[in-house]
């Protein structure tokens, strides 16, 4: 069985900044895409941030110039930097990773982040 932990979440003023970690561990191999979603209250959940095998990356159009993804490959980690950060950043972060050829997908348990004053 494959499984992500994540950490990095918490509460942080407007225009600090975070950095969401996640580990993929167990069963899962050759992976395809790493990447971090958010779900804020009354919302869809949304993708924030995605790299690829390849270490291409895309981003949604509101994070962009402020979030920067990365990731280990020998610790098959991926983290996201977020930087500038604005109340409506405030979400659950759910860390994704899909692998087998695009065949299995696994989720994190979610971290919140909180920004306020």
């Known amino acids: 069985q494959g499984q992500l932990v994540e950490s990095g979440g918490g509460l942080v003023q407007p225009g600090g900044s975070l950095r969401l970690s996640c580990a993929a561990s167990?069963?899962?191999?050759?992976?395809?895409?790493m990447g971090w979603y958010r779900q804020a209250p009354g919302k869809e959940r949304e993708l924030v941030a995605g790299?690829?095998?390849?270490?291409?990356?895309q981003y949604a159009d509101s994070v962009k110039g402020r979030f920067t993804i990365s990731r280990d490959n020998a610790k098959d980690t991926v983290y996201l930097q977020m930087n500038s950060l604005k109340p409506e950043d405030t979400a659950v972060y759910y860390c994704?990773?899909?692998?087998?050829?695009?065949?299995?997908?696994?989720w994190g348990q979610g971290t919140h982040v909180t920004v306020s004053s």
């Open positions: 790299i690829f095998s390849r270490g291409n990356t």
């Open positions: 994704v990773v899909r692998s087998g050829s695009w065949k299995y997908e696994y």
């Open positions: 167990g069963s899962i191999f050759n992976i395809n895409l």
